[in-house]
């Protein structure tokens, strides 16, 4: 298979995922529906028209779970090519100090997972090479090609230190 050039590449759409964090815990959420039903993620979701990363991000967190963020911290810059032609462009953020009380919705089920114990096998395959940078301090810009729910190319860049703010 041939290497992916993305040196043009453009998303289709925008998305957000967040990780909550205490001491030893992660906030997953059991997919219900969407893109990578039946997998366990974060809560997050496309941008809206006219929305900004950080606002993406509190929304999707409060919808999927019931929880409004007082802390976010942005972590990751992900994009995914799939092979239908799909192209999503993802923010990571971290999380931590919330309100609230964890409540399930339509589209996902949210739990408390200890982070020693995070189910891989349950997760898109790309999750296991840049959440534990992440949840390690890093900051990670990652490029993935996936067939499905198949990866078939990853490249993966994590610095010390997190680049300049984000735009709001």
């Given at each position: 298979?041939?290497?992916?050039?993305?040196?043009?590449?453009?998303?289709?759409?925008?998305?957000?995922?967040?990780?909550?964090?205490?001491?030893?815990?992660?906030?997953?959420?059991?997919?219900?529906?969407?893109?990578?039903?039946?997998?366990?993620?974060?809560?997050?979701?496309?941008?809206?028209?006219?929305?900004?990363?950080?606002?993406?991000?509190?929304?999707?967190?409060?919808?999927?779970?019931?929880?409004?963020?007082?802390?976010?911290?942005?972590?990751?810059?992900?994009?995914?090519?799939?092979?239908?032609?799909?192209?999503?462009?993802?923010?990571v953020?971290?999380?931590?100090?919330?309100?609230?009380?964890?409540?399930?919705?339509?589209?996902?089920?949210?739990?408390?997972?200890?982070?020693?114990?995070?189910?891989?096998e349950?997760?898109?395959?790309?999750?296991?090479?840049?959440?534990?940078?992440?949840?390690?301090?890093?900051?990670?810009t990652?490029?993935?090609?996936?067939?499905?729910?198949?990866?078939?190319?990853?490249?993966?860049?994590?610095?010390?230190?997190?680049?300049?703010?984000?735009?709001?």
């Amino acid at each position: 298979m041939a290497v992916m050039n993305w040196t043009d590449w453009q998303p289709t759409e925008k998305a957000v995922l967040v990780f909550l964090r205490d001491e030893a815990n992660l906030l997953l959420i059991h997919k219900k529906r969407g893109l990578g039903a039946g997998k366990v993620n974060a809560p997050g979701g496309r941008l809206e028209p006219g929305e900004t990363w950080n606002q993406a991000a509190l929304r999707e967190t409060w919808e999927e779970t019931g929880l409004t963020v007082a802390l976010l911290t942005p972590t990751a810059d992900l994009w995914f090519q799939f092979t239908n032609g799909y192209a999503l462009a993802a923010k990571v953020f971290l999380a931590r100090g919330w309100t609230g009380q964890l409540t399930p919705c339509d589209e996902a089920d949210p739990f408390w997972q200890p982070a020693s114990l995070i189910p891989w096998e349950n997760m898109w395959a790309d999750d296991a090479l840049w959440l534990p940078q992440i949840l390690s301090g890093h900051w990670v810009t990652g490029r993935f090609v996936f067939d499905g729910e198949e990866m078939r190319e990853a490249n993966l860049e994590v610095m010390e230190r997190p680049p300049g703010p984000i735009d709001g």
